[in-house]
Every structure is written in structure tokens, then in C-alpha cells.
């Protein structure tokens, strides 16, 4: 599967990085480098900000590129001849610019495709760390020394997204632990539950637990031997997924493999929101790899402009769902998710961008 946006992670400890440090506002005011004024004041917030609901800060779901540099056999996301947007540093410096001084610190989750093959993508994320926080949805295949010298380690999330047929989960578990070792405050793994190598998830998610790292498996979304899942898995083969869930002693974990579950388990009528207010689209955004931007993940949902635009702007409030079967596996619709928010839209806390919600709801 395409490193598709899967959820978030679990803290975990971290020692002193050796990356570069943030550059603060006055340091990039002082180089010349700051065309726009960062608000940071809470009064310079309204009344876009403070979002009044959870989870506060708004998620843009960045798929930035289709194209991957693995071929797994269950991937329905890399298209290698998907053309993608493509924007010297210094021009998205300005957009993510724009998207602070109208929103503060975000959360930006960049999915793909393989989101590190990225032109220049080293550079984009130290700059975007700048202002927001970031989660990136990876195979892990970049030379992480190189990462760990120019991202910063403070305010980003790696979830690593284990395919079998590239990798082995002892020499991926390597990497991410020099991530963890290095100063990345937040990394989990995912796993495809693929009917073929389901037998596997059970010693590869013991393996990662061992380790305190976050394990998540995503249950198989297309078509294996002539059947659609997850609505084909036998009883047996949900048994085994649900007794993943339960022998898992991460909680977090437990509530994301849970979700995932509940999803793949639900009949079409509980994913239909109809009519009913949905945070995204307000809290949530999805840009695409033209730079499309959407309300949600859903095909076909309201367009709410291009990256690129100047006025591009998200809704003020909630707006009702105009689909009938959701297909977001943690959708923000109003009254139904607001218990589980904390838990399923976690990011990491940026070091000079800290609005916490509590000081910031009314
Ligand atoms: S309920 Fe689902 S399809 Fe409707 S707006 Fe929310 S995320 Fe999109």
C-alpha cells in the first residue's frame, strides 16, 4: 500500500538530537527571510483561531506524490506516471506561511506515494517545522544519517510503513530506533494486514512492542485472489486481527488497531453521515499531488481550492456531509468522534508553537 495517511503515534522517550535547532520567528525576521507576520499572540488568532473544537489544530493530509520506489503487490495509491506539483522551498515557505498566519501551528501529514522521493523534500520539511508540526507516512527507504543531520528531531512524527516485500521487520525496526535514539520524539510502524502474510503480524507486532514502538495494522483494503476486502476476512482471519488488538499492551495502539477494525468491520449504514455536520474540511484538509485541495478523503467532496491560491481559505464551522457512505476511517463528524479525538489525532508538540487548547478554548 502507498505510505497513505494511517494515523497517529505514540510518545516515546527521547534523548538530545544533534540536528539543526529551529530558526525562531526574530531569527527569520532578522535574516530577512519572514515576508509575512506570524501571529502569535492569542488575540492575533481570532476569530479564525482558536478552533473550538477538538483537536484545535487543524490537519492538512498532504499527498504530495503518487510515484514510489517500491512495487508491493497490494498497493492501490503509487502511480508512476502521476505528474505532481512542484514548488521551489522558498515558494511553499510562503504558502505554509500563509496557512500560519491564518491558522497557527498546524499539523501537516505528508503521505504519498513515497513522500521522501520528493524533489528537495529534506529542505521542505526543515522549513515547514518551522511553523507546524509534521507526521510522515514512510517506507523508510531514505538514508536516515542524512535525515537525522537536516531534520530537525522536535515537532515531527515518522510512521513507518513496513512492506514485506521490500524489507525485512528487523533491519526497518533498526532504522526507526537511530530515529528514536537520535532525538524523534514520536515514531510507530504500520503493517498491511495481506491475507498471505497474515500469519506474520502476530511476531512482527511482539517484535516492535518490545521496543516501545507504536505497532498499527491497517486491514487490507482492495482485492486478494478474486475477493474484496476487508469484507472478505474469515471469521478465523478476524479472530486473529482481533486478538492483535487485545494482546496489545499499548493503549494507543489498542485504540488506533481498534478504529482500523471497527472501520473494515462497520455496515455501509453506520459510515453514513449524510446531512450531518463534519469537522473536515474546518479542521482537516486533503491537498493533492496537483495541489488540489479537498475537504476529506472522500472522492468527489467539496473542492476547496489549489494550494497555490491566495485566498484559499477552510470553513469557518463544521459543515453537513454531502455523501452516503464516508470512506475516512476517523472521519470529524460533529457529536461522534469528539471522545476519541484526543487519542486518534495526536501530533507532536512544536518547540516554540505551543497553543494549547485548553488555554485557547473559550
Ligand atoms: S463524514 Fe466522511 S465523507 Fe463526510 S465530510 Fe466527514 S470525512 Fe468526509
Known amino acids: 500500500m502507498g505510505n497513505c495517511s494511517t494515523g497517529s503515534c505514540s510518545g516515546c522517550g527521547s534523548k538530545e538530537h544533534e540536528a539543526a535547532p529551529f530558526v525562531a520567528e526574530g531569527d527569520l525576521a532578522a535574516r530577512g527571510e519572514l515576508d509575512y507576520a506570524i501571529p502569535h499572540r492569542l488575540e492575533d488568532y481570532k476569530p479564525l483561531l482558536p478552533r473550538r473544537a477538538p483537536p484545535y489544530k487543524v490537519h492538512w493530509n498532504w499527498e504530495i506524490i503518487l510515484p514510489c520506489n517500491y512495487r508491493c503487490r497490494y498497493c492501490v495509491v503509487h502511480n508512476e506516471s502521476a505528474s505532481f506539483l512542484t514548488l521551489p522551498v522558498e515558494e511553499w515557505r510562503k504558502i505554509w506561511g500563509r496557512m500560519f498566519k491564518l491558522y497557527g501551528c498546524c499539523q501537516v501529514r505528508f503521505a504519498g506515494g513515497e513522500p521522501t522521493i520528493y524533489p528537495d523534500f529534506i529542505n521542505l520539511v526543515a522549513m515547514i517545522l518551522e511553523m507546524h508540526t509534521v507526521d510522515i507516512t514512510t517506507n523508510l527507504s531514505f538514508d536516515v544519517e542524512e535525515w537525522i543531520k537536516k531534520v530537525p528531531a522536535q515537532g515531527i512524527a515518522i510512521s513507518g510503513s513496513l512492506h514485506l516485500d521490500h524489507v525485512e521487520p528487523g533491519e526497518f525496526l533498526k532504522k526507526l530506533l537511530i530515529l528514536r535514539d537520535r532525538g524523534n520524539q514520536l515514531i510507530s510502524a504500520s503493517l498491511v494486514a495481506y491475507p498471505p502474510t497474515l500469519h506474520r503480524v502476530e511476531p512482527i507486532r511482539e517484535m516492535f512492542e518490545k521496543e516501545r514502538v507504536l505497532f498499527k495494522i491497517i486491514p487490507f483494503n482492495g482485492v486478494y485472489e478474486g475477493k474484496r476486502y476487508p469484507m472478505a476476512y474469515t471469521d478465523d482471519e478476524r479472530r486473529i486481527l482481533g486478538m492483535q488488538v487485545e494482546k496489545s499492551k499499548d493503549e494507543l495502539g489498542k485504540t488506533l488497531n481498534k478504529q482500523w477494525q471497527d472501520y473494515a468491520n462497520a455496515k455501509p449504514d453506520d459510515k453514513n453521515f449524510l446531512g450531518i455536520p463534519c469537522h473536515m474540511g474546518e479542521l482537516y484538509a486533503k491537498i493533492y499531488s496537483d495541489g488540489t485541495v479537498r475537504r476529506c478523503c472522500h472522492t468527489g467532496v467539496d473542492i476547496l481550492g489549489h494550494i497555490t491560491d491566495e485566498n484559499l481559505k477552510l470553513y469557518d464551522e463544521p459543515r453537513p456531509c454531502t455523501v452516503v457512505a464516508c470512506s475516512c476511517w476517523k ?25 494549547k487548547a485548553e488555554v485557547l478554548a473559550p
Open 331 to 355: 472521519p470529524m463528524v460533529s457529536g461522534r468522534y469528539e471522545e476519541k479525538v484526543g487519542m486518534l489525532w495526536q501530533s507532536a508538540d512544536h518547540p516554540v508553537w505551543q497553543a
